[in-house]
């Protein structure tokens, strides 16, 4: 009989900021999310958080269950989500709300799925979006937390996650976690097609925690409206997102955006060229991150920059700056090695492009594949590294 004796974060996501649009507030909603388990236990711990909101949330009610595909759970499995004693609870401006333990049977490769119901007017200020082959959720008018089914006239789907940010279960000592920290590439798809990879290589020990939004720079961030919700800086950010329970390795792939947000104040107000970092900041910045994450005890990984030709603020400096600090990234003795993702995704004649299959269309962002190919990579890499 196994014993589960540690806590280990099974999932996980980053807490940034959501888009500000007129109808930033919701009421009377319930948001479901399907999560992979990767490992066998006994309970489970559940935090919410509301670490970019400006005002506090009660979370009404919360439950977790089997899921029985897509929209639907297995109600036989329906367990009430406590937080201290009491089914609803309250988090504040910026604050995390950790719910009670959770007595659950759970499998290894089972799909779990998270409800929880907004009853009051809230601000859907935390959030992120993600995506990926095991990264979708629903949301339904009404508290339908226990419902088998969402109806499917007030249902529809979405891939922002507001306010779950991690899910901790009891498990055995064997088991630990890997975080995936980075921007819009490390959000999309490439972190669920490792934890499948490492799933299909019989690495069974290691969970894919994504600490990922999209938009995000390592040394700036926006502080206007128009794009807040392209998230914190690193310096805001990291200490933060390594609250992982039993992590012990990180792997980070940034830096795309502070190469080439900055336009100049003449074509955009928000976007000054004094944001554009020299390659010494750059480093900078990621020897900040990397000292960080020895504090907690990781081991550290570095993935390379993908390519950006094409893209519309592409220009010779910009490549320049991405190959100088991609050249940092693959030679530094800080790190316990690195993920040479742009080597898997670009062309060989034209490496300052993607190959041919592995553009999403807008020249920055991979395409599935090419995600997937991402994914494996990071897979074979770590194989023999995550024991």
Known sequence: ?????????????????????????????????????PFDGSALRITFDNYCGTEAVTIDRASIAVSAGDKSIDPATVTAVTFG??????????????????????RAGSTLTVSFYLKDYSLMRSATLITG????????MGDVCEAEILPLNSTRSTNWFYFLNTIDILTEEK?????????????????????LSLRDKGILNTSVIRRAASGTRILRQYECITYESYGLMGANRIPHELNVTGADAILIQQGINDIIHPVG?????????????????????????INQCRKQGLQVYLGTLLPIFGWRTYAPFREELKNDFNDWLRHTALSDGCIDFDAVVRDCDHPEAFAAGYDSGDHLHPSAAAYQAMGEAASQFLSGKLI
């Open 85 to 106: 004693g009491q089914t609803a609870g309250l988090m504040g401006a910026g604050e995390m709300l950790v719910s009670d333990e959770i007595p659950f049977t759970v």
């Open 1 to 37: 009989m196994n014993e589960y004796t540690k806590w280990v974060s099974m999932w996980g996501n980053a807490m940034s900021i959501a888009e500000h649009k007129a109808e930033t507030y919701s009421k009377n909603i319930t948001l479901r999310y399907p999560v992979y388990a």
């Open 175 to 195: 088991n630990h976690a890997l975080i995936c920290y980075g921007d819009s590439i490390t959000a999309q798809d490439w972190p669920d097609y490792l934890a």
């Open 133 to 140: 082959p095991l990264s979708k959720g629903f949301y339904s």
């Open 265 to 289: 104040t003449e074509v955009n107000p928000f976007r000054p060229m004094s944001d554009l970092p020299t390659i010494e900041e750059m480093i900078a910045g990621m020897v900040y991150y």
